[in-house]
């Protein structure tokens, strides 16, 4: 710490020790804020916190006290506690007479003070005092308060608000480090664990690699052999390295499509907004769902499905649908990502209403008119695969984060995909769901289907 750092603390503790003198509080005052102060730190929650702020005035002074703060989601001051009833659960409107302002006011036989948060920004910025301004406090009857404690009360709700501020910059950090650890979680399941999957493309490659070697040694053999004209060695070699070509261009194709899917994924995830506002933010636009997003990540996990041997039954209504809505593509990709790679994981075979065996994998939607209320129509999309029923007592735990069923068969897992696959769904508005049916799992979700006339608009 620099000596101008020191020399600048040490100021500020002179001019508070001038301050306070000429305030020259009361004991009684003195004693309030000392209690506020050890109460503050001895109750850890909201909600002991604002008992604590209504209660002291009725001890020490005799008043009764109301604490109200402006919800941003409801754009109102509100009752959040009073001395009377204590902590309102179902916070209610101000009455008419409390008004957000600047400054005290005398209203109702009530004496009303604004509350104010700390500043975010320098002191040197010029930054208008009301945008702190985070709430009112009420206490009456007024005709009990002395002009001295008027002004003390002015220091007091300072107090309260500063405090609040704190402890709204704590829980805060609190959320983004819950938030970051989640992040993490999706981070490794969706994007590390796949990336692995560039290995096993490189073996392959070096592997073909190695078979170049080998034709160059055949071509070599063929050459020196008695008997077999130029025509003949060139018609060998010529067809397998057409068959060599082939293989390498699949394999291209598939490190390409393997690049995007994990590019995609690494700019849905990184994105800096999630990061600045502690959860995850969507960046919609306008996508026919099925041509853009699922029929994409099944040409990417194909060669999976098929190496297990699951059959993809089409939708072809799915595929060529024209309904278009307004979804983070990134996102909602993932989540079909989840749901795909549960298939490979999870699908088993079963005997169909033929007696044939029957190993799956099934995609499709369907409009639910009305399902989120009066003309606001829901899409269903529905992930089926074939096998046994998940227990009926795990369904209820199968979108928690961390929780995997008795079925997973030794399969590797971390039990976090399904709790990603909702959490992203219910920030599009949306709901999760599962059914059992007559062959398998059907895992689905409900978005809201967008009216045209929206088409376009980012929320």
Known sequence: MTQSEIDKIRKRVKEKREIYIEYDFSRIQNDILKTFFDLAQEFDSLRDFFAIAVLIPLEFLKVDCRLYLFDDNNERLELVCDSQKGHYYDRLPAPEYIQLVNEPYEANDSYILPIFGKSLYPAPLPVDESHNLIGMFELFPESKLRNSDRFFLTKYTNRIGYNLHNRKIARQNIDHIKFINTLVRDIEHDVIIPNMYYRFLFIKFGKKIAALAELEDSFRDLKNQEGRSAVEVCDLVVDKIGALREELFDLQSELQRHHSHISMFLESLFRRDHFEQ?????????????????????????????????????????????????????????????????????????????????????????????????????????????????????????????????????????????????????LHGGKVGYDPTEQGNNFYFILPLTPQKNIGQTT
Do not use: W
């Not at 041997?309 to 979804?327: C, K, N, R």
């Not at 996102?331 to 088993?348: D, E, G, M, R």
């Not at 409009?367 to 209320?373: A, E, R």
């Open 278 to 426: 502690g959860q995850l933010v969507l960046r919609p636009k306008k996508c026919i769902l099925g041509k853009e997003i699922v029929v994409p990540q099944l040409a990417h996990f194909g060669n999976r499905l098929k190496a297990q041997g699951i059959t993809i039954e089409h939708s072809q209504e799915m595929a060529t649908e024209e309904v278009p809505l307004l979804v983070d593509i990134g996102l909602l990709s993932q989540v079909y990502a989840n749901l795909i790679s549960n298939a490979v994981k999870y699908t088993t075979e079963i005997q169909d209403q033929q007696g044939r065996p029957k190993k799956a994998l099934a995609y499709g939607r369907d409009v639910l008119p009305n399902f989120f209320g009066p003309g606001r129509d829901g899409i269903k999309f529905n992930v089926f695969t074939t096998g046994k029923h998940i227990e009926s007592t795990e369904v209820s735990k199968i979108f928690c984060d961390g929780f995997r069923g008795s079925n997973i068969h030794g399969q590797p897992g971390t039990g976090h995909g399904l709790s990603f696959v909702r959490n992203v769904v219910e």
